[in-house]
């Protein structure tokens, strides 16, 4: 899916400041004393009502839903086959390329709920 991204690249985060929830492209840290050039955070989405922390979550996790499905669809495109080994040489435990599909797909569903 090589596909020219057109929206501030992920993965994205929940961070808080008075009051308010800010999608950003960045983890949060405790304070800007140490700001950098180098370092910027983004602001993706400002959320300032009630309520706000499921929405925060869920647009937090649109690159990690958007490049599930892309790879999702991918895999399934095709028939599906061993990641490399049995399991005992790389610890990949002997996963299918389906099931890596679905366990990213899964833990990006579980960031958009807030893991629930």
């Not at 929940?14 to 950003?24: T, W």
């Not at 080994?85 to 366990?103: F, L, P």
Request: proline letters at 6%; one cysteine or more.
């Amino acid at each position: 899916m090589a596909d020219t991204v057109k929206h501030t690249k992920g993965p994205w985060f929940v961070g808080s400041m008075n009051d308010c929830l800010f999608v950003i492209d960045q983890p949060p840290r405790p304070s800007n004393d140490d700001i950098n050039p180098e370092h910027q955070t983004n602001v993706v989405a400002k959320l300032d009502y009630r309520g706000a922390e499921h929405n925060a979550l869920l647009i937090a996790a649109a690159p990690d839903l958007l490049l599930a499905l892309q790879e999702l669809l991918e895999a399934y495109s095709k028939p599906d086959e061993r990641l490399c080994c049995d399991g005992r040489d790389c610890g990949c435990m002997g996963s299918t390329v389906h099931q890596q599909a679905e366990h990213y797909a899964r833990a990006a569903i579980a960031k958009s709920t807030g893991g629930q």
